[in-house]
């Protein structure tokens, strides 16, 4: 750890919208007394569809802008992000800042779960396109089967408001009835979206599946790093900035369904 970092510097967490502010607010819940600088690239979303290449540019920028606002640690709350951008992020960064992702907490999770034989994934077409869960998974624990499926219906009805009813209800359940699934003993929600449907996917599967996402996992990653180098803030500093690449009412709107609460977005046009 650089010895120019400090436990009152803030963390930086980013994403390529708003889905990240379901990890965002994981890490505000545990770790309360954290300030925390989020940045949404909504000038860019989706991620899915972008280059590995473009990815790791964005994600080199955004991490600049991080750095400007002296962020300690930061977290890649964004699976595509992860997937492309997570081993260039970390060389860009060198010693400035702690560098963290989504997705290795969901793995070690998973993977020491001995309950878990076969384990199914959800995710976006670009994330399981890169199979980067599935690698991941089979290193850490290679007798682990692993079912994948893009849902690529799912985040863009989340971001709508349109879950927790009954047509949301019947496309997950369509989803989630895929043949592979069947005889699964884990679920991992590789989409930061898809919190926001976890008690669907509970339903569907009568509690009798253990069911993964990226929040608290990825809020206990942040906890441990920090504490494994010396930078747990333990005074009240909780001051949180919410800003956006680029700024509309609808993105304003709903922020509240991922945060849990009303936030204030700022525009930050990084990119100009």
């Known amino acids: 750890m650089p010895s120019s970092l400090r436990a009152t510097q803030p963390i930086g967490i980013f994403d390529s919208g708003i ?15 954290e300030r925390i600088v989020y940045f949404g690239d909504t000038a860019h979303l989706p991620y899915g569809d972008k280059s590995f290449e473009a990815i790791q ?21 964004c699976n595509t992000a992860s997937a492309a951008a ?14 963290l992702n989504v997705i ?11 309950t878990i034989k076969k ?29 994948s499926l893009a849902t690529a ?17 019947a ?45 608290d996992t990825a809020a206990r990653a942040v906890k441990e790093a920090l504490e494994a180098n010396g930078l747990l803030n333990t005074e009240p500093n909780a001051g949180k900035r919410f800003c956006v690449s ?5 993105f304003a709107h709903t922020t509240k369904l991922f945060f849990g609460q009303e936030i204030s977005l700022e525009h930050c046009p990084i990119w100009d």
């Open 153 to 169: 219906l799912l985040a863009s009805m989340i971001e709508a408001g349109f879950y927790n009813n009954s047509v949301s209800q």
């Open 86 to 99: 997570y081993d260039t992020l970390k060389v860009h960064l060198g010693n400035r800042a702690l560098l």
């Open 19 to 33: 889905g990240g502010l379901t990890v965002a607010g994981a890490v505000a819940r545990l770790l309360p007394n």
């Open 171 to 215: 496309i997950i359940n369509s989803y989630l009835s895929y043949p592979d699934f069947q005889d699964i003993q884990g679920m991992l929600l590789a989409c930061t979206h898809y919190p926001l449907i976890r008690n669907e996917i509970d339903f569907y599967f009568r509690h009798r599946v253990n069911v993964y996402d990226s929040t």
């Open 57 to 77: 540019g964005y994600s080199n920028r955004i991490a600049d802008f991080l750095l400007e606002q002296d962020c300690k640690l930061i977290l890649i709350a």
């Open 104 to 114: 290795d907490p969901l793995v070690k999770a998973v993977a020491a779960d001995e």
């Open 246 to 250: 680029d700024y509309t009412d609808a």
């Open 119 to 147: 384990v199914g994934i959800i995710a976006t077409k670009a994330t399981v396109s890169s199979g980067v869960y599935e690698r991941k998974l089979k290193e850490a624990r290679p007798s682990l089967e692993v079912a």
